[in-house]
């Protein structure tokens, strides 16, 4: 016990001789390693590199309390490991620093940035990507659908009205659940953690009196949903085709590919990137405004 205490006190007095000692240069140094090994970690922490990293780590501690009580052999065998440990590394996380290096080098700056956070975003962007096409190609063949998104709100006892599927977001699926011989395509499907987790589902129905008499049951249950919660509601029109965006009370019609994927896009990137429900581009709308031509 005398050895330890003598080891940990020898030890922070070096390190209070490091600090008193350290220089403006030496904080800047310290501040860019930090915010490098910050991003290395956010990088690494959702993939497969993340256990391996965790073991890695275990080990670095297990080689230090062997040190600090003098145990011979695991020092031996852990020494002998750390000294190929560099190479060993590389190995072990080739596929991930290939892929790290691809993406700084294609795009330094912005890349660099967004190390830590390609998981979500990809994952955000294909169900954008899917949802985009499939109310696209649905508005063309004049199919009737109600795509909910889940965000902050849950709609667990929503889900519960319609059938359990979790599944993948596709298009092909989206379509055929919506196709009009299907026993699920009168009902709303409900998006949430980036997988179709219920069709088949009955959303609330607005009340609001000042929405367009010409919009039917569909509307007004994307509307209804969109009141309830901060979901956002995709409409494709039976009867017109037209696509249209329920989501804080308001309906935004007039919808195509291109305008979908951009709204859907800045919403809930947004969601990923500030962790907290953005505020709507009204766009000069007023609630419950026709917007069909």
């Given at each position: 016990?005398?050895?330890i205490l003598a080891y940990l006190k020898t030890f922070f007095d070096n390190i209070?001789?490091?600090?008193m000692s350290m220089t403006f240069v030496d904080f800047i140094d310290i501040a860019v390693l930090s915010i490098l090994l910050y991003y290395v970690y956010r990088f690494i922490r959702d993939r497969r590199a993340?256990?391996?990293a965790l073991g890695l780590g275990l080990l670095v501690v297990l080689y230090t309390v062997a040190a600090l009580l003098e145990m011979h052999a695991i020092s031996f065998l852990l020494d002998n490991f750390f000294q190929v440990g560099?190479?060993?590394?590389m190995i072990l996380f080739q596929p991930e620093l290939r892929a790290a290096l691809e993406k700084v080098g294609a795009d330094p700056l912005r890349s660099i940035k967004n190390l830590g956070e390609p998981k979500e975003i990809a994952a955000h962007t294909a169900v954008i990507d899917n949802i985009c096409i499939?109310?696209?190609?649905?508005s063309r063949d004049r199919t009737g659908a109600l795509m909910v998104i889940e965000r902050s709100t849950k709609l667990g006892d929503i889900m519960k009205t319609g059938v359990q599927i979790d599944a993948i977001v596709s298009q092909s699926l989206l379509k055929n659940i919506f196709f009009n011989k299907a026993s699920l395509h009168d009902g709303a499907v409900i998006v949430s953690d980036y997988r179709i987790a219920a069709a088949g589902c009955f959303l609330p129905l607005t009340q609001n009196s000042q929405l367009s008499k010409d919009k039917g049951t569909r509307h007004r249950a994307g509307v209804g949903m969109s009141e309830v919660s901060d979901a956002i509601v995709v409409i494709v029109s039976e009867e017109t085709g037209?696509?249209?965006l329920?989501?804080?009370?308001e309906l935004l019609g007039g919808q195509n590919y291109s305008t979908l994927r951009k709204q859907l896009t800045d919403i809930l990137l947004g969601d990923v990137q500030t962790k907290r429900m953005p505020k709507f581009a009204k766009k000069?709308?007023?609630?419950?405004?026709k917007t069909d031509g």
């Amino acid at each position: 016990m005398q050895t330890i205490l003598a080891y940990l006190k020898t030890f922070f007095d070096n390190i209070g001789a490091q600090i008193m000692s350290m220089t403006f240069v030496d904080f800047i140094d310290i501040a860019v390693l930090s915010i490098l090994l910050y991003y290395v970690y956010r990088f690494i922490r959702d993939r497969r590199a993340g256990k391996l990293a965790l073991g890695l780590g275990l080990l670095v501690v297990l080689y230090t309390v062997a040190a600090l009580l003098e145990m011979h052999a695991i020092s031996f065998l852990l020494d002998n490991f750390f000294q190929v440990g560099l190479i060993a590394l590389m190995i072990l996380f080739q596929p991930e620093l290939r892929a790290a290096l691809e993406k700084v080098g294609a795009d330094p700056l912005r890349s660099i940035k967004n190390l830590g956070e390609p998981k979500e975003i990809a994952a955000h962007t294909a169900v954008i990507d899917n949802i985009c096409i499939a109310a696209s190609d649905m508005s063309r063949d004049r199919t009737g659908a109600l795509m909910v998104i889940e965000r902050s709100t849950k709609l667990g006892d929503i889900m519960k009205t319609g059938v359990q599927i979790d599944a993948i977001v596709s298009q092909s699926l989206l379509k055929n659940i919506f196709f009009n011989k299907a026993s699920l395509h009168d009902g709303a499907v409900i998006v949430s953690d980036y997988r179709i987790a219920a069709a088949g589902c009955f959303l609330p129905l607005t009340q609001n009196s000042q929405l367009s008499k010409d919009k039917g049951t569909r509307h007004r249950a994307g509307v209804g949903m969109s009141e309830v919660s901060d979901a956002i509601v995709v409409i494709v029109s039976e009867e017109t085709g037209e696509i249209s965006l329920a989501i804080d009370g308001e309906l935004l019609g007039g919808q195509n590919y291109s305008t979908l994927r951009k709204q859907l896009t800045d919403i809930l990137l947004g969601d990923v990137q500030t962790k907290r429900m953005p505020k709507f581009a009204k766009k000069g709308k007023k609630k419950g405004e026709k917007t069909d031509g």
